[in-house]
């Protein structure tokens, strides 16, 4: 499975952007999110998505962003509104694939190559 996302860039303060990212090859899809880390910091969940869409956002980005799929195109969207500079860092795109194992099915993380998002005052 590969990753492929896109959409990153220089925006002003108070702009918008909006990241893709699409997963490649026949696959059973569950969860799909973005994380972000910033240069100096740990990196952390910004929004996640399930298989029934359901979405949970961090509290810093509530209300500006907007987390979407198209489960026929194997693909994650953020919308980001209103951004601030404090949302500059590499957006990273994660993919749950479901699995078979045995018997058992699971869920495998596959995460995309990251796409840098700058915000300037």
């Known amino acids: 499975v590969q990753l492929q996302a896109s959409g990153g860039g220089l925006v002003q303060a108070g702009g918008s952007l909006r990241l893709s990212c699409a997963a490649s090859?026949?696959?059973?899809?569950?969860?799909m999110g973005w994380y972000r880390q910033a240069p100096g910091k740990q990196r952390e969940p910004v929004a996640t998505v399930t298989s029934g869409g359901s979405t949970n956002y961090a509290d810093s980005v509530k209300g500006r962003f907007t987390i979407s799929r198209d489960n026929a195109k194997n693909t994650v969207y953020l919308q980001m509104n209103s951004a601030k500079p404090e949302d500059t860092a590499v957006y990273y795109c994660n993919v749950g694939v479901i699995k078979l194992f045995g018997s058992k099915w699971y869920s495998e993380d596959y995460w995309g190559q990251g796409t840098q998002v700058t915000v300037s005052s």
């Open positions: 090859g026949s696959v059973n899809i569950n969860a």
